[in-house]
């Protein structure tokens, strides 16, 4: 498939989609435009990187406001009896509201505590390791000193 240029207008349109998917490589082959020419155009023109970090902090905030309708406001699902639709029962995302809880609220992360307890001594371990014929005459496999006889 031929690249088009990316030109002004695609870039426009580049902005756009990018703002609703977050996806670069989706909407750069929507665009029939490379993924490379985005990176490259971003390294070169520091406005479009720019404006490239504000569509997809559009994005971001698109992505914060349906996880807040999830966990908040909930959806409609279908209540089925008999292979037939009876009604509807709103459903919430406990999960969604308890991970927005943790990013906003420090009380609800959770706390990480680490008790450590060292005892013993230091281990030196030489420079240099001994070959294997050396070491076993100096030592044992259970760590005692082998007497000299």
Not at 67 to 92: D, H, M, S
Request: with cysteine; charged share 35%; aromatic share 8%.
């Amino acid at each position: 498939m031929a690249r088009k240029p990316f030109d002004e207008r695609t870039q426009e349109s580049y902005l756009k989609i990018y703002a609703l998917t977050g996806r670069v490589h989706d909407t750069a082959r929507s665009l029939e435009i490379s993924p490379g020419q985005i990176s490259a155009l971003r390294r070169k023109d520091p406005e479009f990187d720019r404006k490239c970090k504000e569509a997809y902090g559009l994005y971001q905030d698109r992505l914060e406001e349906e996880a807040l309708n999830r966990a908040v406001i909930g959806w409609e699902e279908p209540v089925y009896f008999q292979g037939k639709v009876v009604g509807t029962v709103r459903k919430k995302s406990d999960r969604i509201l308890e991970l927005m809880l943790k990013k906003a609220i420090p009380s609800y992360r959770d706390k990480a505590a680490a008790e450590v307890n060292m005892t013993g001594g230091v281990l030196v371990v030489p420079a240099v390791s001994p070959d294997a014929e050396t070491w076993q005459k100096q030592f044992r496999t259970n760590g005692e000193e082998q007497s000299e006889d």
